[in-house]
């Protein structure tokens, strides 16, 4: 059985690029939420995670995460009237440092239609935000553990078409390092 964290470390650097493609997709006949984070694409694969009963990060072999799994359905979340992505979030690399490991269960908090979730891992104000992804956000205390993720658009996927196009066009609009190495002859 895994390790139960207290909190979850994160290390934060300066971007290196462009910030990724983001968003959420709620699954209708899952009733979870998938949020993939950044590009994908065949060599950008799992390798890690970290989970609670309701929700689970997949981290790839450099320590960024991936995809976000929330299995508890949008009717049992709680609804927050005010909740909004953050006024001011700097753009950041941020590497997971904890892995295999149980995390504590977030407080997942929604806006009144739904459409952005909250995982709140630490209650009260918190030190700084961070743009993870497009519609992607992290919330960090002094000590840079995580305090919380916001995903802060997130759309109704019938049979996973919504993001598996957004994988199509993430694909074409980051292409891999191989492509980028390797690029097709005319």
Known sequence: MPRALESIGLKIDSPTGQVLPGRGFYQLEEDSVYAQVGE???????????ESEHVRFDIDRTGRLILIEVGLPRRR????EHLAPPPIAEPADIRWLDFRS???EPRLIANPARTALLLQFAPGQSWRWFTLAESVFVQVDVNRNLAAVLIARIEDDLAGRQIAAFRRLTSRRWPSRARRANPPSA
């Open 40 to 50: 994908y694409h065949n060599g950008r694969r799992f390798f890690n995670y970290l």
């Open 77 to 80: 979340w709680e609804i927050d």
């Open 102 to 104: 149980r995390m504590p």
